[in-house]
């Protein structure tokens, strides 16, 4: 960013950050880390969450902790780099008391989602939404207005099924 600056406002200045750090004895440094470039877009439940990388971020954007995505192993080579990363994802989950488990109540394990199982992914998926989102969902919306408009569109319909006169088919 130093750099454009300098190149936009002070033509003929030469190498800025060499005079920035000769003035302020302050050093001009970056680093980038491998899951910088990552492309977080999902096509396929099954696949995309297997290697624990889009896992791990949602749950650490959701949960507003940024301390998860520094420990993933990247690039993920093997099986067990995937099921080490998908276990840092599910114990973040587990710690803000978010139960990791199916409808009939199945734990779910790191290796059930390194193996594609779209049922288990889709449990956590859902356990994640319904602890973190639905509450703020829900606190935004008017229910019990809502319920209200409902309740008086059937009594609505219902009266009008009542009066509609009924055709014997002969005369139809």
């Excluded at 749950?59 to 080490?84: C, F, G, H, M």
């Excluded at 019990?144 to 055709?167: C, D, G, S």
Aim: charged letters at 25%.
């Amino acid at each position: 960013m130093a750099l454009e600056i300098s190149r936009l406002c002070l033509s003929g200045e030469g190498d800025a950050i060499r005079n920035l750090e000769s003035i302020t004895k302050w050093t001009f440094s970056q680093r980038q880390y491998p899951l910088d470039r990552f492309h977080y877009r999902i096509s396929n439940i099954a696949t995309d969450f297997r290697d624990g990388v889009r896992l791990t971020k949602l749950v650490e954007l959701l949960s507003e902790n940024d301390s998860l995505t520094p420990q993933l192993r990247w690039p993920v080579k093997d099986s067990a780099q995937r099921i080490y990363n998908l276990n840092i994802a599910l114990k973040a989950a587990r710690s803000e008391g978010i139960q990791v488990t199916t409808v009939d109540d199945a734990f779910v394990q790191a290796r059930d989602i390194e193996m594609g199982n779209r049922e288990k992914t889709l449990a956590v998926l859902w356990n994640l939404i319904q602890h973190w989102c639905l509450p703020r969902y829900l606190s935004r919306i008017r229910l019990p207005e809502e319920v209200v408009m409902l309740r008086n569109l059937f009594e609505t319909k219902e009266k009008a099924t009542k009066l509609m006169i009924r055709v014997p088919a002969r005369f139809a």
